[in-house]
Structures are given as C-alpha cells and as structure tokens.
C-alpha cells in the first residue's frame, strides 16, 4: 500500500532564517506530487505540483520554492522566511490516471 | 478564475441528527468534485469522490450529491456521532488534476 511522510511535524523559526520541508512518498512510481498551504480559517491554497523530476510548476508568486530530486520526493524550501509563510504545509500525491489526490499528515510552521 | 464556497462556515447538532453540508463552485467545468474530512492539526481522509457526469456517491452514512450545471453539491451525514466531528472540506478538480478547495464546515456533534 502506498503511504506518504512529511516532516518535520511542526517547526518554529525566526523571520529571515531558511526553510526546507520534506515530503516523500512510498508504494508508488511516478506519481504527481503537491504542495498546498492551509493558513487560518481559509482553504487551501495549491502553491506547486510536480509531474516528474525536475518538473516544477508554480501556481502563485511567493517566497518559496519547490524541488523534486527523485522520483517520490519533493521538498519545499524558502531562502528567508516571512511571518506571512506561516501556516499549515500540506503535500499530496496522485496517480495521474486516477486522480484522488491522497494527503500527508501536514506541517504547521510558525515563523515568528 | 474557480472559487469554491462552503456554507454553514460552523455547524453544531445533537448526536443522532441527520445533517447537510453544501458546497458551491462558480465555473462548472470541473472534471470531479470531492469531499474531505480534517481532524484538527492533521491531513486531509478523501471521503467520496463524485465524477462530472455522476449525479452522486454513498458510502455507509454519507452521502454526496453534485449538480455541475447549477455549480451545487452537498454531503448529507446520516445518524451523526460524535467521532464525526471534523471540518469538512469540498475541493473541484480543475485541469491538470489541480484541486480548487473551498475554505471548509467545522462540524460539532454533541453526545
């Protein structure tokens, strides 16, 4: 069966410091993989999905960035941190021929 | 550009009552539309997924409808219990399997 990890589970860190969440997925090959954003009392905002290595796509301009070095991996970095990057970091997967996205157990970042 | 909407924002009902949750969307050209469920400070469970040219989908107590022309669907939760206390979230699948989500229902049933 296939499962997906993400971590670190919760993470606090000061404006201007770095970021690098980590996402990886088992029990699959090639799947699509996602980036959204929960912030509070609002839905969650797709930030980047990936359809293979390599392959990144942006849906809106920000202060992250997204890298997919294997196959079932897919990070999720920042060079400065901004308070408004706080939020509840959630990566996802899908095959692409069956499209049900399945989700991570999420990160909740507090930049301070 | 799909905005997806989600009414009641908060919902608190005696364990037992028969509930619905709607969810709107304002461009009708999805591929499916799906529900979740959220526990607090967790991920998202898929609950029932409804293609576009499906009317609607039933698992145990649940049960979701969608009527793509007029944008609309619903989940109705039979007999609720107290484990069914969630925010409930609706998402539209756009092209390219990008989900649009709508903000959510959080879900309180007393016992």
């Known amino acids: 069966s296939q499962t997906i990890h993400q971590w670190p589970a919760t993470l606090v860190q000061p404006v201007g410091s770095p970021l690098s969440l980590e996402c990886t997925v088992e029990g699959t090959s090639n799947p699509n993989l996602y980036w959204y954003r929960q912030a509070a009392g609002r839905g969650l905002q797709l930030l980047f999905y990936s359809v293979g290595i390599g392959q990144i796509s942006s849906e809106v301009p920000q202060n992250l960035s997204a890298s997919r070095p294997q196959d079932r991996q897919f990070i999720l970095s920042s060079k400065k941190l901004l308070l408004s990057d706080s939020g509840f970091y959630l990566c996802?997967?899908?095959?692409?021929?069956?499209?049900?996205?399945?989700f991570g157990p999420g990160t909740r970042l507090t930049v301070l | 550009k799909q905005e997806v909407t989600q009414i009641p924002a908060a919902l608190s009902v005696p364990e037992g009552e028969n509930l619905v949750l709607n969810c709107s969307f304002t461009d009708s050209a999805i591929y499916n539309l799906q529900w979740f469920r959220q526990d607090p400070g967790k991920g998202l469970t898929s609950l029932l997924l409804i293609q576009s040219s499906q009317r609607e989908q039933t698992s145990g107590r649940l049960n979701a409808s969608l009527d793509k022309s007029s944008g609309r669907s619903t989940l109705y939760i039979a007999a609720s219990q107290p484990g069914d206390s969630a925010t409930y979230l609706c998402a539209v699948r756009l092209q390219g399997n990008k989900l649009v989500f709508g903000a959510g229902t959080i879900l309180r049933v007393k016992s």
């Open positions: 996802a997967w899908s095959q692409i021929e069956i499209h049900t996205q399945y």
